[in-house]
């Protein structure tokens, strides 16, 4: 079955402190993953995708296909960075599958 | 810049109503979408279109039904409301293909007395 789980529901970590989000998946083909994010009060917007290898606002995301895993990193957190982030599967019909998503809140 | 417009923010509605949640987007997209998100259950996809006039179910069609008679616009219709179906609902769009970012709208907060 096709799955994206991102196990905390909740990441708390102080400003300047490394930040990481979990995200795993199951899919048999060859995945398609983005970060989606949605700031306070704000629309859902794509942070970065898998097959760009970009770097969006200090943020990266490695896939590793041997553990099914795309983690998002930042070696540095800021207090903006707080939000809801949301790890995306494209399926092979082409619809998004979302985890249940990771709340990250940066502390001063 | 890609907009997606949702028609209202906020929607209060009672149990049996039919509703209607309106969604456009101004950027020629053949895909548009319908999601609701819930709390610890992220976003879940009710229905989905890939061209006027088509439809296919999501994950939790029951309860709903959509109507894209133009490209631009993308209805959500609840036929007969009930409460379960408190949630927020979000309207996105894309094109087609691989590695196509989809983009949203800014939801409506729909709540059912």
């Known amino acids: 079955a096709q799955r994206v789980t991102q196990p905390e529901k909740l990441l708390s970590v102080f400003k300047g402190a490394p930040v990481e989000l979990k995200c795993n998946y199951s899919y048999s083909g060859s995945p398609e993953l983005f970060w989606y994010v949605q700031y306070s009060r704000q629309r859902l917007q794509l942070l970065l995708r898998h097959i760009s290898r970009e770097s969006i606002k200090g943020f990266t995301a490695d896939l590793n296909k041997g553990e099914t895993s795309f983690h998002l990193k930042k070696p540095f957190a800021q207090e903006e960075d707080s939000a809801m982030y949301y790890c995306?599967?494209?399926?092979?019909?082409?619809?998004?599958?979302f985890g249940s998503g990771t709340r990250l809140l940066v502390r001063p | 810049d890609v907009k997606v417009t949702q028609s209202s923010r906020y929607l209060v509605k009672r149990t049996g109503e039919k509703v209607f949640l309106e969604c456009v987007q101004d950027?020629?997209?053949?895909?548009m979408f319908w999601y609701r998100q819930d709390p610890g259950l992220g976003l879940r996809l009710i229905y989905f279109s890939y061209d006027v006039k088509m439809k296919e179910k999501g994950d939790i069609p029951e309860g709903y039904s959509v109507s894209r008679e133009k490209k631009e616009r993308f209805s959500l219709i609840l036929e007969s409301a009930s409460t379960n179906q408190t949630s927020m609902y979000l309207c996105a769009s894309s094109f087609p293909g691989v590695g196509q970012p989809q983009h949203f709208g800014d939801g409506t907060r729909l709540s059912i007395l």
């Open positions: 950027m020629d997209h053949e895909n």
């Open positions: 995306a599967l494209l399926d092979s019909s082409y619809k998004l599958i």
